[in-house]
């Protein structure tokens, strides 16, 4: 014997009524299909472009940082062998110019004194610094412009940001029947 709720009947599956759901996408904001318009985001900085810590369609926030760029500084003895480089600039310039005319041995020894100095200079290493681009405004990015290895220079635009909010497609459930 069977239990009643398993016995057959009479009605075949297919008279039943089945319920369907409805979906309806409601947009808000702009139409999703309009491209974003945004402002470029400037560098502010001059380097080299290490890493990038966005993506498109990213949404950030005031502040956040956007990339890591490495700066060339001058190091102390760079500094220094610039100063006497000006200065034998300088007294080179001021032995060219004086009356009664140097003579050419003195001007050949402020020459090879030029020299030498340049190629001190050129031998000297930098020192390497970081400094980040971080994000004007909250928003979200609708372009790169930067990637790794990109030489920047404070005008260099390296990404667009929207600081319209992109449209939300929600699907809400209208009805079952």
Partial sequence: MLPLWLTPTDTLADDLPVP???FLAVAHGQP???PAAGQPVPARQTGK???????EGQHVR??????K????LPSVPQQ????????????????????PAATATELAAANQQLTAT??????QVPMLSFVFVTAPTDGV????????????????PVATLSTELPADTTLLLTSVR
């Fill in 118 to 123: 340049r190629q001190l200079l050129a031998r």
């Fill in 20 to 22: 369907t759901a409805q």
């Fill in 69 to 72: 760029v490495v700066e060339r």
């Fill in 80 to 99: 220094q062998l610039q100063l006497r480089l000006l200065r034998q600039q300088q007294a080179y310039q001021a032995l060219a110019q004086q009356v």
């Fill in 49 to 55: 472009v290490y890493e990038v810590y966005f993506h």
């Fill in 32 to 34: 999703a299909s309009a």
């Fill in 141 to 156: 990015i609708t372009g790169r412009m930067a990637a790794p290895g990109d030489r920047l220079t404070p005008q260099t």
């Fill in 62 to 67: 005031q502040g956040q940082v956007l990339l």
